[in-house]
Structure formats: structure tokens, C-alpha cells
């Protein structure tokens, strides 16, 4: 059966692209962000993080014993590692965009409607990974390099949430693969960031038994920051304070901070 899921996503994933997202892309079809089957409602972008969440939940799980993890202990890290990553990602958007929701309070826990950040909940995941594999029979860089390994294929089917909600996207455009948002053609930003994960996660795929432990996951973090700074550039709906883009302040140190890292473990 293995031997047949690649073949199949990939077919799966051309499907996609010739039947939604060009059509899509080009303002030949419109797609309603709510699925409606009148007794309930189910959104895409809810239905796209469900998705993405059970893609890093099993791929950790079919690689947890290269890192000397059993597949229980994933699954009871996994059940409070989401509830902690989307609380981190819901506090530091809000907190960013305190200038709208100090006015719509209500808005706050309406998450559905978009508006999570992936600093903040690869933050709150980074503390919470380290309280949370003390006393545990493996270590925190155990642990640190298989969630950063499974994260950025998390991220990449998550990004797509963005496309169903029309967010996330970048400045105007007339690039072939341009995207029409509000009448304007622009730059589908969430798509970019989408295709650096993919690539991330087959690098780091290549690592596994190769590094010392903690190399996968800082590794991760300082390749995701370089390519979120490129992205956060063509973006138009960053935070800024100052005149400077926030999430690029970040992604300059969470690279830094990588960088540093990956020397000691070389060192050590």
C-alpha cells in the first residue's frame, strides 16, 4: 500500500492545481470558505488545519523510533503540543493586532476566522517541548528534532488554509502564477512559504542518523526563519511597529539564535 501513497498525492495534488487553484488563481472560480449541509457548517480553513495537524501528527509517528521516541509518547505529547501551539499562535496575532481586537474583544477566540501567527506557536511549542521532556525517558533535542522534522509538512497543507480565507497574500503582481484577490492581481505569498516548507522537510528528511541531536531542529528553525524573512518582504498584511516588519525581526533572530546553536553542537 505504501509503495502507492506518493503516486497517489501526487496525482491528487495535479488534480488540484488544473481543476481549483488555476481556475482559482485567475478569478474563474470562487470558493466559499464554508462548507454549508444545512444542519452544519464546516470551514475549509478549520477542515486545512485539521489536515495539517494529522500530517505532522503521523508522519511523527511513522519516524518516531529513528529518534528513539515509541509512538505512545508521541501521542501524548501531540493531544497538549497543539493545545499550546495554537494558543501561543492565537496570543501573538491578537497581541500584534491589539488595535483591532481591544475594539472586538468577541473576536478573540473566533479562530475559524483566520488570524493565528507560526512564530507564536513555534515559540510557545519550544517552551513547551522543554518543560515538557524533562523526566521523560528520552531528551529534549529527542524530541526537539522529530517535531521539527514533522512541523513544516504541518505548515506547508496548512498554508492553504490562507488560499481558502484570501489571506496571506502578498503585494501586486503580473507574474504568470499570479493570484486575484479583491479584483488585483498579486503575489500568492502563502503558496511561496507552502513550497519553502516542502522543501524543508526534505532536507531535513536527508539529516535523519547523519547529525548529532538538536542539529534537525535548529537546522529547521533557521531555515524556515530565512525563508519566512524572503516571504514576510511581499507580504501585505504584516505587523509593523516602527516602520519595521515584526515577523522579519523574528525571523533575523531565530536565525541568529540557530546559527549559534548549530556551531556549539558542532563544537560540543
Not at 506518493?6 to 464554508?34: C, D, E, K, Q, R
Not at 514533522?150 to 503582481?173: C, D, I, M
Amino acid at each position: 500500500m505504501r509503495k502507492f501513497i506518493w503516486p497517489l498525492s501526487t496525482l491528487a495534488a495535479l488534480l488540484l492545481i488544473y481543476f481549483v487553484f488555476i481556475p482559482a488563481f485567475s478569478g474563474n472560480l470562487v470558493i466559499n470558505p464554508v462548507i454549508d449541509a444545512g444542519f452544519f457548517h464546516l470551514r475549509l480553513y478549520g477542515l486545512t488545519m485539521g489536515l495539517a495537524i494529522a500530517s505532522a501528527y503521523f508522519c511523527a509517528r511513522h519516524l518516531s523510533w529513528r529518534f528513539g521516541i515509541s509512538k505512545q509518547a508521541v501521542d501524548d505529547y501531540t493531544f497538549w503540543a497543539v493545545i499550546v501551539g495554537f494558543l501561543g499562535a492565537r496570543i501573538y496575532y491578537v497581541g500584534f493586532n491589539w488595535s483591532y481586537f481591544g475594539q472586538n474583544l468577541s473576536e478573540i477566540y473566533r479562530i475559524w476566522h483566520g488570524g493565528i501567527s507560526i512564530y507564536g506557536g513555534l515559540i510557545a511549542g519550544l517552551i513547551f517541548t522543554v518543560i515538557y521532556s524533562r523526566k521523560k525517558a528520552y531528551s529534549f533535542y529527542q524530541l526537539f528534532d522529530l517535531v521539527a522534522l514533522s512541523v513544516p509538512l504541518a505548515q506547508a497543507v496548512g498554508r492553504f488554509g490562507n488560499f481558502f480565507n484570501q489571506e496571506a497574500f502578498g503585494t501586486p503582481t503580473a507574474l504568470p502564477w499570479k493570484m486575484l484577490v479583491n479584483g488585483q492581481f498579486v503575489h500568492p505569498a502563502f503558496l511561496y512559504e507552502a513550497a519553502a516548507d516542502i522543501i524543508i522537510f526534505l532536507i531535513l528528511l536527508k539529516f535523519i542518523g547523519r547529525t548529532r541531536p538538536g542539529a534537525i531542529g535548529w537546522t529547521y528553525l533557521g531555515l524556515y526563519s530565512l525563508a519566512r524573512f524572503g516571504v514576510e518582504a511581499i507580504r501585505n498584511d504584516s505587523f509593523w511597529i516602527h516602520g519595521i516588519r515584526v515577523d522579519q525581526v523574528t525571523a533575523v533572530s531565530v536565525l541568529i539564535i540557530s546559527a549559534i546553536m548549530l556551531l556549539r553542537l558542532k563544537k560540543d
